[in-house]
């Protein structure tokens, strides 16, 4: 089995040179020994990072909540197929299912005749990940299956919810830079100095439209400014988005609107490694060892989406998204008991010095 390092060389050797894209993409996802591929337990607070997920129950809890509400409004609607047909949750990136089993276990628990009609639906490609999910999913496997791609059935158009947290940000990002002698972008690649990685320039001519920059910003940015893109990310959510005949598009990720991410002020970019809780800027170093992730940029993911016909119901804060559903939900006598654990749950998905700072939803639906 070869390393991402070893596999990223011999891509190097052959061509010379190839984009930050092609890095990040080996890094993470090579197959059998990229980061995402060799261990499960990279999230939590023994890992690399934390996630919503890990900080405890509650994060699923609040969506199974507000996912039920979106499904009861499909039946009034009549938006659904026929009984005995099912209702879709669709996730995408659910890493060791860990979410999906909390949204699958209040839903039974508290909406037992909408449960019932649930088919849960995890888009995965990766073997291994599909092991970790069925593992911790045993006592729901009636009612989860598994596809490797977002596709709609022939015949079975899909009414429910597509969603995905914390996935959009960890697609492969092409990492450009501005030269303010030329006034002109150039494209950021990877290439070897003896075996080490390094950063060189590549020939690929950019546009300022393609980056969504205005012209007007290119005149005050410093030299080598760096901004970074997804056409990855978007064109799969474009793609997922076809899925859907009637329901819900949402993502849930760190993320900034465009106007946000093109800022004089942060010159660097947003893409970063983390490797046991700690940030660095070393992006090429230990390849396959450490998480690479960068911002989303929501403008252009809410474009892609709109391409494909949905519409924009909501852009907003993790916590303004928790906090309305929360209220809802007390109002409703569910989580009526809000006990210490629950409490420090709440705060550390809302707080601005924890996960509520960065995190960012976007809601579209057909």
Not at 73 to 92: D, K, M, W
Not at 94 to 121: C, K, S
Not at 196 to 216: D, G, H, I, K, Q
Not at 298 to 308: L, N, R, V
């Amino acid at each position: 089995m070869k390393m991402p390092a070893a596999v990223i060389r011999d891509k190097i050797r052959k061509s010379g040179v190839i984009s930050f894209a092609r890095f990040m993409e080996l890094a993470l996802y090579c197959p059998e020994s990229g980061y995402y591929e060799t261990n499960k337990d990279k999230i939590g607070r023994g890992g690399d990072f934390i996630t919503s997920v890990s900080v405890g129950s509650l994060f699923g809890e609040l969506l199974a909540f507000q996912f039920a509400e979106w499904l009861q409004e499909l039946l009034i609607a009549g938006q659904t197929p026929a009984a005995p047909g099912r209702l879709s949750i669709v996730e995408a990136g659910a890493h060791d299912g860990r979410l999906a089993g909390d949204i699958l276990a209040w839903l039974q628990a508290n909406r037992p005749q909408l449960f019932a009609r649930v088919e849960y639906v995890i888009v995965e490609p990766s073997a291994r990940r599909q092991e970790w999910q069925r593992e911790n999913l045993k006592l729901f496997s009636p009612q989860v299956r598994w596809v490797s791609r977002p596709q709609a059935s022939p015949g079975a158009p899909l009414n429910g919810i597509l969603y995905c947290n914390e996935m959009l940000d960890a697609f492969p990002v092409r990492r450009f830079g501005w030269e303010a002698a030329k006034k002109a972008w150039f494209e950021w690649g990877v290439a070897l100095a003896g075996e080490n990685f390094c950063w060189t320039r590549m020939a690929s001519p950019v546009t300022a439209t393609a980056l969504l920059c205005p012209p007007e910003l290119e005149r005050v940015l410093p030299d080598n400014y760096v901004i970074e893109t997804s056409p990855a990310a978007e064109n799969w959510w474009r793609e997922a988005a076809g899925m859907l005949s009637h329901g819900k598009w949402l993502t849930i990720d760190y993320g900034l609107a465009a106007e946000e991410m093109i800022s004089p002020a942060r010159t660097g970019g947003t893409l970063r490694a983390y490797h046991r809780h700690r940030v660095s800027n070393d992006l090429l170093a230990e390849a396959g060892e450490q998480d690479l992730t960068a911002h989303v940029n929501f403008t252009a993911i809410q474009q892609a989406g709109e391409a494909a016909g949905l519409r924009t119901e909501a852009f907003c804060t993790q916590p303004q998204f928790l906090t309305r559903i929360l209220q809802k939900a007390v109002a409703e006598k569910f989580f009526a008991q809000m006990d210490a654990k629950r409490l420090r749950q709440f705060q550390t998905l809302t707080h601005p010095e924890h996960l509520g700072r960065a995190f960012r939803v976007l809601v579209q639906g057909r």
